[in-house]
């Protein structure tokens, strides 16, 4: 039903195509090396920080002794960081230019690194609004990026960029499930590996 009504009451866009080409279009996507250059980064970043913020739950609940609604409560700060960071995201953008990312990638390090070192509520909480903060900035510079990579083809690029935004999600689960099972769940949220994925995010 809710599909019907969006159908419905929100406008087309007028087609970039006249005939659609599902294998012309994905053709040109692969063969260009900037645009895979970038969704392979977007890859990196699923898997590194999707991969691993789906046990912050765990972690918290770990490192407290909290029952479930309030590690809930807790990991609601970065849903309000998300909001916030998307609020303020084009106006930093603007402000810092190519430091923006760098920006960006470094509060991410610092927020996953107090997280995964202090058991103290508040610095938990502060952490994971930074960390909300610094993920939307990152991952909407990202989307912006392939964008302007197929400027003329941008529905492919936004589904090659979410199908590898979540596989990249999948496959850190599943290996940092294998972690956790062998050496523990604070062992996935080393800082060197967030600090990887800024040091890519700079050669954008």
């Known amino acids: 039903m809710l599909s019907i009504i969006i159908f419905k009451v929100l406008e087309r866009d007028t087609p970039v195509v006249k005939k659609l080409s599902i294998f012309s279009a994905y053709k040109s996507a692969l063969t260009n090396y900037r645009f895979m250059r970038t969704v392979t980064l977007i890859l990196l970043v699923g898997f590194t920080v999707l991969g691993s913020f789906t046990y912050s739950g765990k972690l918290i609940q770990e490192v407290t002794g909290f029952n479930v609604l309030i590690v809930g409560l807790i990991l609601s700060a970065f849903?309000?960081?998300?909001?916030?960071?998307?609020?303020?995201?084009?106006?930093?953008?603007?402000?810092?230019?190519?430091?923006?990312?760098?920006?960006?990638?470094?509060?991410?390090?610092?927020?996953?690194?107090?997280?995964?070192?202090?058991?103290?509520?508040?610095?938990?909480?502060?952490?994971?609004?930074?960390?909300?903060?610094?993920?939307?900035?990152?991952?909407?510079?990202?989307?912006?990026?392939?964008?302007?990579?197929?400027?003329?083809m941008k529905g492919t690029a936004m589904s090659m960029a979410s199908f590898n935004l979540f596989v990249g999600g999948a496959l850190g689960t599943s290996v940092n499930g294998v972690v956790i099972r062998s050496y523990g769940v604070i062992r996935i949220y080393y800082f060197r590996n967030w600090n990887s994925i800024v040091h890519i995010c700079c050669k954008i």
């Not at 402000?95 to 509060?107: C, I, R």
């Not at 989307?143 to 990579?149: A, F, G, N």
């Open 79 to 152: 849903g309000i960081g998300t909001i916030f960071g998307g609020r303020v995201a084009p106006k930093l953008r603007k402000k810092l230019g190519y430091k923006f990312l760098l920006s960006a990638g470094a509060v991410g390090s610092i927020s996953l690194f107090l997280l995964s070192s202090s058991k103290n509520v508040l610095v938990l909480v502060i952490s994971l609004l930074f960390f909300g903060i610094s993920i939307i900035c990152l991952q909407s510079t990202l989307l912006l990026v392939v964008q302007e990579k197929l400027s003329k």
